[in-house]
């Protein structure tokens, strides 16, 4: 059974940076699809960026290009989202998940999930 632990989360001010872990146990982190969602009060959760178990490739959604960086540590089972440049509208519950079959930035499809980190931007 998969288990995904996340961490890193926390209060920061606008244009400051975060990086987030998702550490990971039962299963190994390069046979599964990795993403990132958020999720703000009163929100659908949403895709935030992942990375492929077919090839390593990345994704971003347009609201974080350029400014988050997801990677992966194959010898620590952990990926990392980092967060660069952060903006108020980037408050939320951050939460990683996994799949081994998935890929793509459908939060529904997405079949492991960890608990959740808080972000907070302030202006």
């Known amino acids: 059974q998969l288990q995904l632990v996340e961490s890193g989360g926390g209060l920061v001010q606008a244009g400051g940076s975060l990086r987030l872990s998702c550490a990971a146990s039962?299963?190994?982190?390069?046979?599964?699809?990795i993403g990132w969602f958020r999720q703000a009060p009163g929100k659908e959760r949403e895709g935030v960026s992942y990375?492929?178990?077919?090839?390593?490739?990345?994704f971003y959604a347009d609201s974080v290009k350029g400014r988050f960086t997801i990677s992966r540590d194959n010898a620590k089972n952990t990926v990392y989202l980092q967060m660069n440049n952060l903006k108020p509208e980037d408050t939320a519950v951050y939460y990683c998940?996994?799949?081994?079959?998935?890929?793509?930035?459908?939060?529904?499809?997405?079949?492991?999930w960890g608990q959740g980190t808080q972000v907070t931007v302030s202006s």
């Open positions: 998940a996994a799949d081994e079959y998935y890929i793509g930035n459908y939060y529904k499809n997405y079949d492991y």
């Open positions: 039962g299963l190994t982190l390069d046979d599964l699809t």
């Open positions: 990375i492929s178990s077919l090839d390593g490739s990345t």
